[in-house]
């Protein structure tokens, strides 16, 4: 539509996003505190819960503001693909720290750590990347970058958890390691699958780069 060119945009979608973004960073680092600690962590573990209901608030904001605005700043499509994948970024890491909460598993394994902290940095770099959205043309190389270092956090990811199931096992010989060792096995698949989410951000982002900038 020619016209919609001339038309003013609403921007509150930026601001949305930056709320979006900044409950991300606190939920990762939540997430890799409830990790870190190695104990019953249920006060931790309620206020993730707490943090993810406000990035769902924060994305039905989003969802009811391109039902009633006329012209948006970026395509529809784009804007609806990227509030949900941020918002699915934060359902996967408060899911881990309700399955932590649950399993009570003591001692942080190291994979599990260095899991929590590459989520930690993904979601920094998530929220960088979503504050240049607004001036996308003129912060496209910074932009990139958050995309590039977003895709290399998870093939980091994916090598740890690759590293941490070839010796899930080993020493395990009685049933209670073996009860652990599954459960520590699954944690680590839902940590992995978190910096997936976050990935797919990343590509979301590097189409919208394509068709902007």
């Not at 993904?122 to 995309?147: D, I, N, P, S, W």
Request: glycine letters at 6%.
């Amino acid at each position: 539509m020619v016209l919609a060119r001339f038309l003013p945009h609403d921007e509150q979608f930026f601001t949305h996003f930056a709320d979006a973004a900044e409950n991300a960073v606190e939920v990762a680092e939540l997430l890799a505190e409830i990790v870190n600690s190695g104990a019953d962590d249920d006060r931790r573990v309620r206020r993730l819960a707490d943090l993810e209901t406000q990035g769902d608030d924060v994305t039905h904001r989003i969802f009811a503001a391109l039902n009633s605005t006329f012209v948006t700043p970026l395509d529809r499509d784009d804007i609806h693909a990227l509030a949900s994948e941020v918002d699915d970024f934060v359902d996967d890491m408060e899911e881990i720290g309700q399955r932590l909460g649950l399993y009570k598993l003591g001692a942080p394994t190291e994979t599990a750590q260095l899991l929590a902290k590459i989520l930690v940095e993904q979601a920094g770099y998530l929220k960088l990347a979503l504050t240049h959205l607004e001036q996308m043309r003129k912060k496209a190389g910074e932009l990139r970058r958050c995309v590039l270092e977003l895709h290399r956090l998870e093939n980091e990811a994916d090598e740890l958890h690759s590293n941490a199931l070839a010796r899930l096992y080993d020493g395990v010989t009685e049933v209670p390691a073996l009860i652990a060792a599954m459960r520590w096995g699954e944690l680590y698949g839902l940590l992995e699958d978190a910096t997936d989410r976050a990935e797919r951000v990343a590509n979301t982002l590097e189409g919208m780069l394509i068709k902007y900038a």
